[in-house]
């Protein structure tokens, strides 16, 4: 069976930072090919792309994840009827015990104040598109006969309306579901199956962490006052990271359903949520410690495989460490070894079947032009990308 599989791998380059680290305020480090390397975790990464998302997508398109569900519908309840703002919350409580089969109690910490306005939360980030919790509040509304908590408890012990209540949290996915999945720990034919693998980052180097001792000066001692007001320090690398990630297509498809517009093809809502992707993956970055680094980068080469069989990582080129070179820098040997080492793997394998973009930057980037692909832009790369995608999904690829 013809699969359509996209393969996203990114060269890029950070200066001094510190965007994941440990319980210890360590950067995350690990072992590949004998030696350690920098690290940022895929979750890590996962957010830093949801966050780009706000900036690419309508607020419809997205969901939220947060344990405080209850407090998040009942917002909308209120919202579609003011009146029911002092009910809201339990409405909200007694409607998602009968969409998810979870339980809801005020947080230890709040129950200890609580002067009965504390509202539950569930034991777990529960993630739900927005879509959804509007259609769960139509469900609170609707059944409560305009705010009678009592009247939506009997109603929802019926089936129908049961049934209502869990469609509402079972379709019409997000994109940000629908790319990352869901768990849902009562509930498990509720889970959602992830369409999309990151992995964590790796240095193409050795890398070692350094630490910055810093002191702060108080700007009220006088000049007599010698001596810092606060002193510490901070743990830091610096890297040229592989990123690899990959989309599963048509589980994408399958989370996010087909258009459903009478004027949209069925393939829009996938293509579309593809790019979206796409765009925010390459352009995204974590923030830890971003003010103390002021770490922005871009990417400074990504290659984009469509592939009909399986995702592959082209990490494997890296598992023997990239030296220094003798300009200093790793950016160029690193390129050098993916345009030697990808034709390689995809021949033996009988695996240059799909579509290759290839976009750069700079002269330490030149070595990728002996990859088979379309050079091109970021923007002419989102457009291709998304046509080919609409393309295949069109033609039942």
């Not at 690990?30 to 966050?51: D, E, I, L």
């Not at 258009?259 to 579309?272: F, M």
């Not at 990490?315 to 690193?334: I, M, T």
């Not at 930057?361 to 002996?370: H, I, K, M, N, S």
């Amino acid at each position: 069976m013809t699969r359509t599989i996209l393969d996203i791998h990114i060269l890029q380059n950070v200066p001094p930072s510190n965007m994941n680290r440990d319980d210890t305020g360590t950067p995350k480090s690990a072992y590949y090919g004998g030696v350690r390397r920098a690290r940022v975790s895929s979750q890590a990464w996962k957010r830093a792309t949801r966050s780009r998302f706000n900036e690419l997508l309508p607020p419809e398109e997205l969901g939220v994840r947060t344990k405080k569900v209850v407090e998040a519908l009942a917002e909308r309840i209120t919202a579609r009827d003011p009146e029911l703002a002092g009910t809201a919350p339990q409405l909200a409580e007694e409607t998602l015990k009968a969409a998810t089969g979870s339980s809801f109690e005020v947080p230890k910490r709040k129950a200890k104040e609580d002067d009965g306005t504390a509202v539950s939360e569930s034991k777990y980030l529960m993630f739900l598109s927005r879509r959804q919790l509007d259609a769960l509040a139509a469900v609170a509304v609707e059944a409560s006969g305009g705010g009678n908590v009592a009247r939506l408890k009997n109603a929802l012990k019926d089936k129908e309306q049961k049934a209502r209540a869990r469609t509402a949290v079972d379709t019409r996915h997000s994109v940000d579901i629908a790319l990352f999945g869901r768990m849902v720990a009562d509930s498990a034919d509720l889970n959602v199956e992830a369409a999309t693998q990151v992995a964590h980052a790796l240095s193409v180097h050795r890398s070692d962490i350094e630490s910055d001792y810093y002191t702060a000066v108080d700007d009220r001692s006088g000049e007599s006052e010698s001596g810092a007001g606060m002193i510490g320090t901070v743990d830091f690398h610096s890297a040229t990271l592989y990123r690899y990630a990959a989309v599963d297509v048509d589980e994408l498809q399958r989370n996010l359903g087909v258009g459903l517009k009478e004027d949209e093809p069925p393939s829009t809502p996938a293509s579309k949520a593809v790019t979206a992707f796409l765009e925010a993956f390459i352009t995204s970055l974590p923030t830890g410690k971003i003010n103390t680094f002021g770490n922005h980068t871009l990417p400074s080469a990504v290659i984009v495989k469509i592939r009909d069989r399986w995702p592959i990582s082209f990490v494997g080129a890296f598992e023997e460490p990239v030296p220094k070179s003798a300009e200093g820098g790793f950016l160029r040997e690193s390129c050098r070894r993916l345009a030697a080492y990808v034709p390689d793997l995809e021949r033996q394998y009988g695996l240059a079947d799909g579509p290759t973009w290839v976009f750069r930057v700079g002269e330490e980037t030149r070595a990728l032009e002996g990859l088979q692909g379309t050079e091109v832009t970021l923007g002419a790369l989102l457009e291709q990308v998304k046509d080919a995608v609409a393309e295949r999904l069109g033609s039942g690829a």
